[in-house]
């Protein structure tokens, strides 16, 4: 496991009577790049309500068995990169119906290799309505680094030209 260099923990409200088949991240300015700094996703943490059940701002979280109709999705340098990965791939702590405790860890973190995402364009979507008591959030676990601004454009530009020399980086 990697060191954590930044962590922002976000929440994703999903409102009571929501039924629609996406929602829309917000624009989280801690996690946006700008003229000063590029700033990449390392690693993505999704935490049920069996592991934290209110969040920090005291709002309700969903569960697990919520959570396995939901996907993510990510854009990334201007197009649907990450597209469609079920949220329970971003658990590290599962939950066993048997039991109220979690009862099922997973060693290995879903990791990125420096994604700039962006935010406002990135979104949930449900592969079937939510029946939530009150409005909810889905609480995740964001790490993170800053970058010198422009190291992601040269990232890219190398990467291309590699890549249309036939090889692979």
Partial sequence: MDPYWRFENVEFTIPQSFTGVSIKFPDIPLLRSDVEKDVVIRMIKVYPAEVAPISYQQNPVITTEQCRSLYLNLYVSGENSINQIPLPD???????AATTTPTMWVPEETRFEDLQVDWVKSFIQFAAPLTLGAASVIQFGISYRYLKAGTMMKKRAITAAVNAQGMQY
């Fill in 90 to 96: 971003l658990m590290t702590q599962y939950h066993s």
